[in-house]
């Protein structure tokens, strides 16, 4: 193993430097440290050594060398947005030891300035069911509920099992209540939607059996944030979306969300629901907020399947023969005859009665048989059946209802 570098040595005992970190949000404590290293490294200096520095600049020297540290980090192939990220972080040192930089108006506008180099890539609500069916569990949760609740690498990835399984069983969109973000002093008044709601339920079943059952546990474990947006873009790889010359990362989900959500409800909604600042006097309730996520559900979920109706007629007449007691391996037999012995559902119907009556009897619990006549009837012949004492057995999905007589 490498000795180390007589600068990881000095850095170790930054008590200045550990002190603000400390005060961080977890994730943000990640990004800043490493954008901070950097700067220490420019000037050579550790946390403890700049604040006595500071104390004794008379000259804005520290002012100066963060506008340095700026252009230094374009120079060295940093983008603009991040170098200006870079020198807010470094701005908020100072500001946690009530020592803040004070730079003329000029100056901030230099520190401010970030032309974007590149475009998120904007996805339609077809892009994402394509990435959803081609997607692992995993990757359906960062679809699903990315999409669903439009929150911050971040907040997301802090997500817990406590935090959803509680509200899991109602009728979506299901609100989870009051959830803190990273950002100081905001919280977030996130949803489930239809399209998460099974996805959700499916990864706290993987969690059960990983032994993973507290309250506090991660959905995720991934490490970073930089995990979720590099498993976005392999499912956009695996989807064969074609982005262009756009990028793909997490924020793309919260930007698909927030544009569909300000169609249906005004902009301090919007944004409680995802997390961003609003005025004291904004606040609506998540009853409300729920209203106005209905109506743009119809814009941000999968559109369903329609049902045909010979489908639903199969449905119905599968749930029969269960119904009438067939064993489930000679209903799957007679299914696998369809086009020889029968085509329709009608005359599926037909095939599982001619079984019923060659004496597939219904097998009781306690290891008899059931001799019990059954047949299928209309809502409007039941009361007539139940007089003559038969018993409802089971209600199709045709309107129909299956019946049965005897011991």
């Known amino acids: 193993m490498a000795e180390p570098t007589f600068y990881e040595v000095k850095n170790e005992m930054d008590k200045a430097t550990d002190e603000w970190l400390n005060t961080l949000p977890a994730g943000t404590q990640v990004t800043y440290r490493c954008l901070w290293n950097r700067f220490l490294k420019f000037v050579d200096l550790t946390g403890d050594e700049i604040l006595a520095n500071r104390k004794a600049d008379k000259e804005y020297a520290w002012e100066k060398k963060v506008l ?195 169609s249906f409800m005004s902009e301090s909604k919007w944004k409680q629901i995802i997390g961003k600042v609003i005025s004291e006097g904004a606040y609506v309730s998540p009853d409300s907020l729920r209203k106005d996520y209905i109506r743009a559900m119809n814009e941000t979920c999968f559109p369903k399947e329609a049902v045909s109706e010979e489908d639903r007629l199969m449905e119905s007449a599968i749930n029969t023969a269960r119904s009438l007691g067939i064993p489930e391996d000679q209903i799957q037999e007679k299914l696998r005859e369809r086009g020889k012995t029968w085509t329709t559902p009608k005359e599926f119907s037909r095939e599982v009665y001619r079984m019923r009556a060659k004496g597939h009897q219904r097998t009781e619990p306690n290891g008899g048989t059931d001799c019990s006549e059954y047949k299928e009837i209309s809502e409007g012949d039941l009361l007539k059946h139940l007089q003559q004492g038969w018993r409802i057995v089971h209600a199709n999905s045709n309107g129909k209802v299956i019946v049965s007589k005897g011991t």
């Open 68 to 262: 340095a540290f700026k252009n230094w980090l374009i120079a060295e192939g940093a983008a603009e947005t991040s170098s200006r990220t870079a020198s807010s972080v470094v701005r908020g040192f100072f500001s946690f030891y009530r020592q803040p930089l004070k730079f003329r108006r000029t100056e901030t506008t230099q520190l401010k300035k970030a032309s974007r180099k590149y475009e998120d890539y904007r996805f339609s609500r077809d892009d994402l069911k394509r990435m959803f069916d081609v997607a692992n569990l995993k990757e359906k949760y960062i679809v699903t509920a990315g999409k669903s609740f439009g929150l911050r690498a971040g907040d997301f990835l802090a997500l817990t099992r406590g935090d959803l399984e509680p509200y899991l069983e109602r009728e979506p969109p299901i609100s989870i209540g009051e959830y803190a973000t990273e950002k100081e002093g905001v919280v977030a008044y996130p949803f489930i939607d239809i399209d998460a709601q099974p996805v959700i339920k499916l990864m706290i079943e993987k969690m059960d059996r990983e032994g993973r059952t507290k309250p506090t546990d991660r959905i995720l474990k991934f490490k970073g944030t930089i995990e979720l947006t590099r498993n976005l873009k392999r499912i956009t790889q695996k989807a064969g979306l074609n982005v262009g010359n756009k990028v793909v990362r997490f924020h793309c989900l919260r930007k698909f969300l927030t544009d569909r959500l300000a």
